[in-house]
């Protein structure tokens, strides 16, 4: 599985950071989401799944390879 954010969506509200932090994080400049590792194994794909969920924007999705 892979997560990809769409930037033109995101509205900075650090949701998917405070759900996963190994996964994400905001740019400095602008408070966007940062994905850190997009390739989701089998160990991190309930956290990524979980940020998906609750961000508020939907400017994540989580699809398959």
Do not use: K, W, Y
Not at 4 to 20: E, F, N, P, S
Not at 37 to 62: M, N, Y
């Amino acid at each position: 599985m892979r997560v990809i954010a769409d930037l033109d969506r995101c509205v900075g509200a650090g949701q998917c950071v405070l759900t996963a932090p190994a996964r994400f994080d905001q740019d400095d400049e602008d408070g966007r989401v940062l994905v850190l590792a997009a390739e989701v194994d089998q160990d991190g794909v309930a956290a990524v799944r979980e940020a998906v969920s609750v961000c508020p924007s939907q400017a994540l999705s989580l699809v398959e390879r």
